[in-house]
């Protein structure tokens, strides 16, 4: 069975530096939430990229629930991001690294 993770590229609009904490706040709930969820298996900062902000990779059944995610994200509902959504089929041990 192929495995699907999904990447969130988080990209800053031109209002990015005009966050408010209350945003920040409600941004990083929306982390724990995915997280306590198990639809978060990793996200971060990228520092010394122009113009990216960060990063989710997503564990969900399908793209369709991932962009759903991407969606609700307070840094896109607040105009402060907009984002890109990457498929990447897992290559691993269990699939001989689809070989």
């Known amino acids: 069975m192929d495995k699907w993770l999904y990447m969130m590229m988080i ?3 031109k209002t990015y530096n005009k966050l408010t904490k209350a945003v920040v706040e409600q941004h990083v709930e929306n982390i724990r939430t995915l997280d306590d ?6 996200c971060g900062v990228f520092r010394g990229y122009p113009g990216v902000a960060g990063m989710y990779i997503l ?3 399908t793209r369709e629930e991932a962009e759903e995610i991407c ?3 307070p ?4 105009g402060f991001a907009t984002y890109k959504l990457l498929s ?3 290559a691993d041990r269990d699939n001989n690294y689809l070989l």
């Open 59 to 61: 564990k969900t059944k």
């Open 37 to 42: 969820a198990g639809k978060l298996e990793l």
């Open 88 to 90: 990447l089929q897992v």
């Open 71 to 73: 969606k609700q994200e």
């Open 11 to 13: 990209e800053k609009t």
């Open 75 to 78: 840094l896109v509902t607040g």
